[in-house]
């Protein structure tokens, strides 16, 4: 799994990011503005945002994320216990909050439950594209019943997409998402995979559902034409 934190407080930052290490890979953001651009990538699977930033604001860039429509959950973590600033956190889009400090298995269970949640529209662990369907607990991949026979990585690219139906992914989101910030390995590895993914979608017909936008990335969509 995949968190960011937007701390503009180094050492605490470093720290978090220690404390979670075990379960989910990192990126860490010390102002707003790069929180907010990081976060606008879509690649993580939670957020935690610090309130009291310079310029602009935990509040600021909460904002900004929900009304370009990027879900991705959000623990607000901040010094701040009053009232009002939870329901205005609450009210802007934040779906928990921590008040500094904090124990470190708080804050694990608020992260995994926050995950949890952002989850609750996938029935049963599965994600479904027309009549694909993806089990997340066993990385099966299935199309009116049939199996398909996809990898490791390439059910990840899957399923990424998946989730994104209808909005297009950039080569640079797929390789951070399933490769991982700190791979080594070129993103031309993304158009490998999407190839084989293709040619393994071709004989149920979906390959016509997997649209390459150039320059831009790709995108599963019905009405979509390639670009």
């Given amino acids: 799994m995949k968190l960011l ?11 978090i990011r220690d404390l979670v290490s075990d379960t989910f890979e990192v ?12 976060a606008e990538q879509g690649i993580e699977d939670v957020l935690i945002l610090d309130i009291m930033m310079p310029d602009m604001n935990g509040y ?17 973590l901040t ?14 889009g934040a779906d928990d909050y921590l008040v500094k400090p904090f124990h470190r298995d708080e804050l694990l269970v608020r992260l995994n439950a926050l995950v ?29 019943g049939e199996s398909v026979q996809l990898n490791g990585r390439q059910f990840d690219v899957l399923e ?15 390789f ?23 040619k393994k979608l071709k004989p149920f017909g979906y390959d016509q559902y997997f649209k390459t936008f150039r320059g831009l990335g790709y995108m599963l969509s019905i009405g979509e034409k390639n670009v």
């Fill in 60 to 76: 600021e860039v909460l904002a900004a994320l929900r009304e370009k429509n990027i879900l991705t959950p959000v623990l607000m």
């Fill in 27 to 38: 990126r860490m953001a010390h102002n707003g503005e790069d929180g907010l651009f990081m």
């Fill in 79 to 92: 010094a701040k216990d009053g009232i009002s600033d939870k329901v205005k956190g609450f009210h802007l």
């Fill in 176 to 198: 951070d998402r399933v490769w991982g910030f700190d791979s080594e390995t070129s993103q031309t590895v993304v158009e490998v995979y999407v190839s084989h993914i293709r």
């Fill in 116 to 144: 949890r949640r952002s989850n609750k529209q996938v029935r049963d662990h599965t994600l479904s594209f027309q009549d694909l369907q993806l089990n997340l607990i066993n990385k099966m991949t299935s199309i009116n």
């Fill in 160 to 174: 990424f997409l998946v989730k994104n139906q209808g909005t297009i992914v950039t080569k640079e989101q797929l």
């Fill in 5 to 15: 934190i937007i701390e503009d407080d180094i050492r605490l930052a470093e720290s």
